[in-house]
């Protein structure tokens, strides 16, 4: 019977080595483990612990004689199957501290990189990816806020989107009230305006709607927690999506096309029949470019969950999509039409100083620059403002991911990522 229980257990280990890339030979340092015939061992081991620290912690009692005599009948093997050099030297021992919670390692430590916790793995065939590993998602609720932050955020967003929804309704029902109103150079304000009155509803109705869209259902069944949505398989998630993704970029568009025809009123003397006769192509591309721009991400799959706002966007987990379809687009937009509106008040200050001594016209002119000046302000400030975040992000997202694994690999029994240089994990 005991060799029976041997050759089982032998099987069980030799395909564990040879189903991890990971596998490494290394001194015992574990004080229960110390007096054996053998001073090596190998990790991950068959319990599934990741380094000598790990497996010391778990032990409750002496190491089992036949575990210990498994371990070194196979070392051997392990030596000639992955040409372990016991002499090879191995990364240093460091002290990290983060958050006021210091880990300092008793023993040299290898960075094993990240290993998806169990209660955020995925099914196969959904796509999800987190972290760099498939098959994995990120956690619900947001994984870089305390509850209470979180909870003083989605109320600010709430009563924000209340606020952006009254104030761009207010703007279009002034337009429905006097339609002549609004020619062009100024009709696309309308067309501004619409666009965010519904990203401004998409936000309140993720506020509404809380986690309920924007996360996966925990499953005690399958021990699978709370998870974010990533990929287009759920159906409010992707609709949320299409909606707000499409009507941001409209608007920005709207706003580069508004520029547009203030440069083609103020610099070039167009009149307002003459900037009307190109309205159906600045409708094909306020329109068209969002809409390619949208089907594409659906088509890659870069759907992503908010647990914040509720809502579902893109580049809140992936870089690259943030980078390529959220901060490019938009910072192309701010240059373009602050190009524009610069080009454009020069043309009318030229134009000022030469009709100075027409009172009347001056008058004009005057407000007609103010309003530019007004409305260019208003949106290009916050518009800066999220850019600035945006890029903010890009530089530190690295950094908020590993100290966001450093502190949760004890509570996920995951490798914790020693190597990582102490001025990256506190965020200085």
């Known amino acids: 019977m005991g060799i029976f229980v ?15 890339s990971l596998f490494t030979c290394e001194p015992i340092t574990v004080s229960r483990c110390t007096g054996m015939t053998y001073n090596m061992s190998f990790f991950p081991n068959m319990m599934g612990h990741y380094d000598q620290n790990t497996a010391a912690g778990q032990m409750k009692v002496s190491c089992p004689s036949l575990f210990c005599n498994i371990y070194y009948r ?25 958050h006021g919670t210091q880990k300092t390692p008793g023993q040299a430590r290898r960075d094993y990189g990240f290993w998806c916790p169990r209660h955020l793995q995925t099914s196969n065939g959904q796509g999800y990816k987190f972290l760099g590993i498939d098959q994995c998602a990120p956690p619900c609720p947001n994984m870089y806020f305390k509850n209470y932050e979180l909870d003083v955020a989605k109320s600010f967003i ?30 696309p304000i309308i067309y501004y305006s619409v666009c965010y009155s ?20 925990a499953d005690e069944k399958l021990e699978i927690g709370e998870t974010v949505v990533l990929g287009s398989q759920n159906k409010a998630c992707t609709v949320l999506f299409m909606v707000l993704y499409f009507f941001t970029m409209a608007g920005t ?4 096309i508004l520029t547009i025809t203030w440069f083609l ?31 594409m991400l659906l088509a890659m799959n870069k759907v992503e969950g ?28 701010v240059f373009v039409g602050l190009s524009l509106l610069l080009a454009g008040i020069i043309s009318l200050n030229h134009v000022r100083q030469v009709i100075q001594h027409d009172g009347r016209n001056q008058e004009k002119l005057k407000k007609f620059m103010i309003r530019i000046g007004v409305f260019s302000g208003l949106y290009l ?12 992000e890009q530089m530190y997202r690295r950094i908020w991911e590993t100290t966001w694994v450093f502190d949760h690999c004890d509570q996920y029994h995951i490798p914790c990522p020693y190597q990582v240089r102490t001025n990256q994990v506190d965020g200085t």
């Open 306 to 333: 908010d647990n914040i706002s509720g809502v579902c966007f893109v580049g809140l987990y992936d870089l690259d999509a943030s980078r390529y379809f959220v901060l490019l687009p938009l910072c192309f937009c």
């Open 381 to 392: 400030v916050p518009l800066v403002a999220l850019l600035g975040c945006y890029v903010y």
């Open 253 to 256: 568009i709207w706003w580069v």
């Open 198 to 217: 519904i990203v401004s509803l998409m936000y309140f109705i993720g506020f509404l709607l809380g986690n309920r869209t924007a996360c996966n259902k």
């Open 6 to 20: 041997f050759f089982v257990i032998y099987s069980l280990i030799l395909t564990l080595i040879q189903g991890h």
């Open 265 to 295: 009123a103020a610099g070039r003397k167009w009149s307002c029949e003459a900037i009307e006769q190109k309205a159906m192509w600045f409708h094909a591309v306020a329109w068209g470019i969002p809409g390619f721009l949208t089907i």
């Open 158 to 187: 709430g009563i924000v989107s209340i606020f952006c929804l009254c104030a761009t309704l207010f703007t279009f029902l002034t337009f429905l009230i006097d339609v002549k109103r609004f020619r062009y150079p100024e009709r």
């Open 74 to 98: 196979v070392y051997d093997s392990c030596r000639l199957s992955y040409d372990c050099d016991e002499t090879a030297p191995v990364t240093a021992a460091v002290t990290t501290k983060v």
